[in-house]
């Protein structure tokens, strides 16, 4: 089942710079998307979400952006900071369902 | 800020034997959820639960898989008779209404089956 798909195992990023994660997904009938966060040994956090009416959506240092017709999220965290250092799991779900399919995940690592 | 929380942390358990992992969702909270993550892949949907019942369930929630709310705070997942595969982390997650918004996930618990 490869409906939601992080291509990038791992990326790395110097503090201050821009940290970009993207996800690709294949059902057009997700209608939600949501971005969270983990550390080794705790559940996922969650970041930030976008429904599939928006193409933007900012909390402070972190914007989803969400290109439908290419089927197509990204996440951007402006600037980075060592303690982003996680990984980063995108989730997608249809509304009537509401089950969250994952993405297999990025290692983001900020260098300071 | 409220939290979804999960004991035990870590259970060790033999094959076959029946184990039951328990979850205090968000007060408040009407939808329930359980996830569970192998080491090394996704984080994989089992189950949601809604207004007392299962709401929708994946083809890795068999018969042997169970959850119940026994009591109107808490939410499990009992495993009848374990398997060295069900071995994984199990997320609870709870979400507090319809429409777009975000499940909140629990510390999970780390299933060892041996």
């Known amino acids: 089942d490869q409906q939601v798909k992080q291509n990038s195992p791992s990326l790395s990023v110097q503090e201050g710079r821009i940290s970009i994660l993207n996800c690709d997904y294949t059902?057009?009938?997700?209608?939600?998307f949501l971005w969270y966060k983990k550390y080794p040994a705790e559940g996922p956090t969650f970041l930030i979400s976008?429904?599939?009416?928006?193409d933007k959506n900012e909390d402070g240092r972190f914007t989803v952006f969400l290109n439908k017709s290419a089927k197509h999220l990204s996440l951007h965290i402006v600037p980075s900071q060592p303690g982003d250092s996680a990984v980063y799991f995108c989730a997608a779900s249809q509304d009537s369902s509401y089950k969250l399919i994952f993405g297999s995940g990025t290692r983001l690592l900020v260098r300071p | 800020e409220p939290e979804v929380t999960q004991t035990p942390s870590h259970q060790v358990t033999q094959m076959g034997q029946e184990v039951i992992l328990r979850c205090v969702p968000i007060s408040n909270h009407l939808y329930f959820y359980w996830y569970r993550q192998i080491l090394g892949q996704k984080v994989e949907f089992l189950v949601s639960?809604?207004?007392?019942?299962?709401?929708?369930k994946s083809e890795i929630f068999d018969d042997q898989f169970s959850v119940e709310r026994p009591d109107g705070s808490n939410f499990t997942l009992k495993i009848r008779s374990t398997k060295l595969e069900d071995s994984a982390m199990y997320f609870c997650?709870?979400?507090?209404?319809?429409?777009?918004?975000?499940?909140?996930f629990g510390q999970g618990t780390r299933l060892t089956v041996v």
């Open positions: 997650a709870s979400r507090g209404r319809e429409g777009y918004t975000e499940a909140f």
């Open positions: 639960f809604y207004n007392n019942e299962i709401s929708e």
């Open positions: 976008i429904s599939s009416i928006k």
């Open positions: 059902n057009s009938m997700f209608d939600y």
